[in-house]
């Protein structure tokens, strides 16, 4: 992974909010953009391209097909499909499946080696259908997973106890979904455990837990009834991502990852899980010594995504 390049499959509000992320950060050398609408990537790039003068870096930006993937380090499925009127879960679940399938044929036919990042949703479930499209190892396909939800958490919390929320570190884990949850009990405030800060201070209790939680929970709907749709923490995330892989940092991040049986759940799925990343993809997923509620909690929401895997024409 010599030189730092990206292609972006999905030109939509999250590909372009992570591409202009990526360009503001100057975190890549050269952008590639695809999409089923040729004209659209064009332009999107012209109007990346035009800002460079401001960048913080050098960059090639273009649009292109997916033989641009032959050499990149890293590419990023954003691409996928609304559900319809009347159209079940299910139905969804599977058009969004066919689209990964395409996306991810396309991507190994050109000689593909690097990683795959999915962040188009349910994004557990498309993960795991890009990798077993990719016939790559699991480690070099990964998913965003809840990332974006533990951001989120990390931002409640500190607006509670005014502390930095680059400070707070903790975790949401399981399905990027309605089954994730709060890892309480490996929530720290710097090096304080979350909990010794509940007992500490007066600006948060236990009761207050809850209320973060569904904050968090409840964040993609606030927005979306406001907005429509949710793409700038999302392109922020994923540029988290990229940077922990290019430079090879051995960062953990909760991401989508194959389990493999490093948790007592079952092992064929993808869930989101804290992983050390570097330029090899996933090196290993941590092991928390969860509480008993939490893994309660963690195989709830395991069985809610082998479920629906079971369900789908795969």
Request: charged content about 25%; some cysteine.
């Amino acid at each position: 992974m010599s030189k730092s390049k990206v292609v972006i499959v999905g030109t939509g509000f999250v590909g372009m909010s992570y591409a202009y992320a990526l360009v503001n950060q100057g975190t890549i050398e050269e952008l590639v953009l695809i999409d089923v609408n040729k004209e659209k990537a064009e332009g999107e790039a012209m109007d990346l391209n035009h800002g460079l003068a401001f960048a913080s870096r050098k960059m090639t930006i273009k649009a292109g097909d997916y033989s641009e993937c032959k050499d990149a380090g890293l590419v990023v499925i954003t691409a996928g499909v609304n559900q319809k009127p009347g159209e079940t879960r299910i139905d969804l679940l599977n058009r969004n499946a066919s689209i990964i399938k395409s996306v991810t044929q396309n991507i190994m036919s050109s000689g593909f080696d690097g990683i795959i990042l999915v962040a188009s949703n349910p994004v557990d479930i498309l993960t795991y259908v890009a990798w077993k499209e990719s016939g790559l190892p699991s480690s070099k396909v990964l998913g965003s997973g809840t990332s974006l939800d533990t951001a989120r958490l990390r931002y409640e919390i500190s607006k509670y106890i005014h502390i930095d929320a680059r400070n707070i570190h903790a975790y949401i884990l399981g399905e990027h979904g309605d089954s994730e949850f709060v890892c309480w009990s490996k929530a720290y405030v710097g090096t304080k455990p979350m909990l010794d800060v509940i007992e500490s201070m007066n600006e948060i209790n236990f009761e207050d837990l809850d209320h973060i939680y569904a904050k968090v929970k409840n964040a993609a709907q606030e927005i979306i009834k406001r907005k429509n749709a949710t793409y700038y923490g999302i392109g922020m995330a994923l540029v988290r991502i990229t940077s922990a892989i290019f430079d090879n940092e051995n960062s953990i991040l909760p991401i989508s990852v194959y389990n493999n049986g490093v948790y007592d759940i079952d092992s064929d799925l993808y869930i989101g899980l804290p992983a050390v990343i570097n330029r090899d993809g996933v090196h290993h997923v941590v092991n928390l010594k969860l509480s008993n509620d939490e893994q309660e909690k963690l195989k709830k929401s395991a069985k809610i995504l082998k479920d629906s895997l079971n369900q789908m024409s795969l």
